[in-house]
């Protein structure tokens, strides 16, 4: 990721960004007992924003003030949003 001719960065902001994730999984590992129950709450409360987004989405549906397509069209960002959010706070179903 260095330009051969004088070693400088060529992408140095993606390069600091993966540092930044680095940083940030090594502080999880490191202080687990800590950021835990705090992670597991973030996580949760996300996962309940997204749920009641959906709940109001359905409600909007059904009283005609949203289009079928536009329904579809949300439900499946929900539905990425809801996996995305699973998958990174490690709450995913068996």
């Given at each position: 990721m260095t330009a051969p001719d004088d070693g400088r960065l060529l992408h140095p902001m993606l390069t600091e960004d993966y540092r930044g994730r680095l940083r940030a999984t090594a502080r999880l590992r490191d202080d687990a007992q800590t950021f835990g129950p705090r992670r597991r709450d973030h996580f949760t409360a996300a996962l309940a924003a997204v749920a009641?987004?959906?709940?109001?989405?359905?409600?909007?549906?059904?009283?005609?003030?949203?289009?079928?397509?536009?329904?579809?069209?949300?439900?499946?960002?929900?539905?990425?949003?809801?996996?995305?959010?699973?998958?990174?706070?490690?709450?995913?179903?068996?």
């Open positions: 009641a987004g959906r709940s109001r989405l359905i409600q909007l549906h059904r009283t005609g003030r949203i289009h079928d397509s536009t329904l579809q069209a949300l439900e499946a960002e929900l539905d990425l949003d809801e996996l995305h959010l699973k998958r990174l706070g490690g709450l995913n179903e068996p």
